[in-house]
Nanobody, 123 residues
Framework: QVQLVESGGGLVQAGGSLSLSCAAS????????MGWFRQAPGKEREFVAAINWSGGSTYYADSVKGRFTISRDIAKNTVYLEMNSLKPEDTADYYC????????????????WGQGTQVTVSS
């Protein structure tokens, strides 16, 4: 079992930065690849970023590449999403998730999800 709790969301002006955290509990966390997804009102939940179990490999959606950075601290059981140069279109609820399957970009491959944290970027 893995339990995930996100934090760090909030309101920021365009061009600003936010740092999200996802605290995990459960002994299998260190062996799980992790991901961040987001869901804007009226839209499907979409892939944002992923990281492998060791933290050595990271992957990003084209829309956030160069602006967002995913990382993890295995000792602290935490995954992070550093978001810079934020745009109004980044406004969404952000979710971290633990991946069971092999397809990192597909939300159905993730079996544990946090409750989400809201990010609002004003123009």
């Amino acid at each position: 079992q893995v339990q995930l709790v996100e934090s760090g969301g909030g309101l920021v002006q365009a061009g600003g930065s936010l740092s999200l955290s996802c605290a995990a509990s459960g002994r299998t966390f260190s062996r799980r690849a992790m991901g961040w997804f987001r869901q804007a009102p009226g839209k499907e939940r979409e892939f944002v970023a992923a990281i492998n179990w060791s933290g050595g490999s990271t992957y990003y959606a084209d829309s956030v590449k160069g602006r967002f950075t995913i990382s993890r601290d295995i000792a602290k059981n935490t995954v992070y999403l550093e978001m810079n140069s934020l745009k109004p279109e980044d406004t969404a609820d952000y979710y971290c998730a633990a991946r069971r399957g092999s397809r990192r970009y597909i939300k159905g491959e993730y079996d544990y999800w946090g409750q989400g944290t809201q990010v609002t970027v004003s123009s």
